[in-house]
């Protein structure tokens, strides 16, 4: 027999997030992902991936808001 060292397993970190639905908010999502088979947490990651998986290391400049953003008045 062999002797085969076991590969490591590599750790993960998870940050829990929560945030909080109306009554009627979540039966929408609820049927929203009843339609659709999949799950809540699968449908919200899809819908925040482009926020979540480009910023990790450095947000690019255009994306800061300046102090004086909207010119209504330009003298």
Known sequence: M?????????????????????????????????????TPIKLIKRNIER??????YEVPNEIYLTENQLELFQE
Not at 5 to 14: A, L, Q, V
Request: aromatic share 18%; glycine share 4%; net charge positive.
């Open 2 to 38: 062999g002797q085969y060292k076991k590969k490591s397993r590599r750790n993960y970190k998870y940050h829990a997030i929560t945030f909080k639905l109306s009554a009627g908010q979540y039966r929408s999502l609820r049927n929203y992902c009843k339609a659709r088979k999949t």
């Open 51 to 56: 926020f979540i998986s480009n910023y990790e």
